[in-house]
Structures are given as structure tokens and as C-alpha cells.
T-cell receptor, first 113, second 115 residues
Framework: DAGVTQSPTHLIKTRGQQVTLRCSPK?????VSWYQQALGQGPQFIFQ???????QRGNFPDRFSGHQFPNYSSELNVNALLLGDSALYLC????????????FGAGSRLTVL | KQEVTQIPAALSVPEGENLVLNCSFT??????LQWFRQDPGKGLTSLLL?????REQTSGRLNASLDKSSGRSTLYIAASQPGDSATYLC??????????????FGQGTTLQVKP
């Protein structure tokens, strides 16, 4: 049973570029949450998608956007990249009836030069 | 606004020692509190989840406690092993976000267990 799958695992971009990160949730999960983890810090909640809609959002600018597809997979898009966007981006999936038990993926490491 | 703090930021102990990691939170109206493990450059592995109505949870050599009145949780690791070396993160889920997946994380405690 595959857990949460994220791609790509590593990528390098330059300032001003755009990036798309992808996440496939664990089998049986219908909800996807995205987190940003800067080096040496705890993860910070970006947003969550359920039923193809953004359900809750953290304190991130509109440059961060997302999408959820009918098969529950999700994308995180970041526009106009800044150096400060360099981080590990974590995807977590859960079941809407699962009492907030999250399964995390291994993350996508983004470096902005 | 919920804030989660973990002390110490780093800890080094000899193999076999029992140890306690601390987590404090400012808003006692939590839905649950979770402890995660993170190996370098990797994702998070859930260790223990304590619901707001519970006082503790145990899994093997790990025991987590929750005291909402004081805004504190502890993770106790018995008979530590080098394989326990990792960063340990605690996270709270506040009431009203029971199914939104919004966790507030501490900054983590990086543990090194020396052989």
C-alpha cells in the first residue's frame, strides 16, 4: 500500500520563476494538506484541499496556490519565486473522517537561486 | 493564536539513557497533540497522537503525556538507542480545525544518541 508520494524530490529554480509540486495521497485518503518547512524550523501550514476546493489557508501570500484533482491528487504552485521560498515542501493526506490523522510524504526540496 | 515551543532545541545523550522531550503550547483549546519523528532530509513519521480527552499514549519505548491545563506535553523515550537519533516535532491541532489538517508545529528537538 503506497503512502503519500511527492514529486519531484529535488529541484532548483531561479528568482522570479514558477514551480509546480505534485502529491498523490495515501490510498483511501481524500484530503491533502501542504506544509512549508524552512531549514531548522517546524513545518508551517500552507493550505488544505478537500473535494477539489481549498478548505483552509495559512498565512501565505497569493503567490502560493493549489489544486486538487478528482482522483484526490494535488498540486502546489508557487509563482514569482523568492529566495525565501527555498524550503522542504511537505504534503500530508488524511481522510475527512479520520480524526486529523495525517500521513506525510517525503517532501520536495526546493532551492531558489 | 496558537504557539508551540520545544525545549531543548538539541540534545545529546549516551546510549541506554532515558530522556524527556518537552513541548509547550499557548492555547489549551486543542483538539489533539501529535509527536512526529523526522530523519534528516526526510518527511515526518507519526509517533503518537493524544486526543484532548486523553492524558497519555504509549507505543513501545515511547510514552507521550498531555496536560492541557498547563499547556504542556512530554515525550519520554526509554532506553535510548542510536537509531533514535532524529528530530522530534510536536504539533497541536486546535479546536475548530478538527478535520482541516492544520497542525501548528514546534521547531523540534534534534536528538543524538551516542553509542
Amino acid at each position: 500500500d503506497a503512502g503519500v508520494t511527492q514529486s519531484p524530490t529535488h529541484l532548483i529554480k531561479t528568482r522570479g520563476q514558477q514551480v509546480t509540486l505534485r502529491c498523490s495521497p495515501k490510498s483511501g485518503h481524500d484530503t491533502v494538506s501542504w506544509y512549508q518547512q524552512a531549514l531548522g524550523q517546524g513545518p508551517q501550514f500552507i493550505f488544505q484541499y478537500y473535494e477539489e476546493e481549498e478548505r483552509q489557508r495559512g498565512n501565505f501570500p497569493d503567490r502560493f496556490s493549489g489544486h486538487q484533482f478528482p482522483n484526490y491528487s494535488s498540486e502546489l504552485n508557487v509563482n514569482a519565486l523568492l529566495l525565501g521560498d527555498s524550503a522542504l515542501y511537505l504534503c500530508a493526506s488524511s481522510s475527512a473522517s479520520g480524526a486529523n490523522v495525517l500521513t506525510f510524504g517525503a517532501g520536495s526540496r526546493l532551492t531558489v537561486l | 493564536k496558537q504557539e508551540v515551543t520545544q525545549i531543548p532545541a538539541a540534545l545529546s545523550v549516551p546510549e541506554g539513557e532515558n530522556l524527556v522531550l518537552n513541548c509547550s503550547f499557548t492555547d489549551s483549546a486543542i483538539y489533539n497533540l501529535q509527536w512526529f519523528r523526522q530523519d534528516p532530509g526526510k518527511g515526518l513519521t507519526s509517533l503518537l497522537l493524544i486526543q484532548s480527552s486523553q492524558r497519555e499514549q504509549t507505543s513501545g519505548r515511547l510514552n507521550a503525556s498531555l496536560d492541557k491545563s498547563s499547556g504542556r506535553s512530554t515525550l519520554y523515550i526509554a532506553a535510548s538507542q542510536p537509531g533514535d537519533s532524529a528530530t522530534y516535532l510536536c504539533a497541536s491541532s486546535v479546536q475548530g480545525s478538527s478535520n482541516t489538517g492544520k497542525l501548528i508545529f514546534g521547531q523540534g528537538t534534534t536528538l543524538q544518541v551516542k553509542p
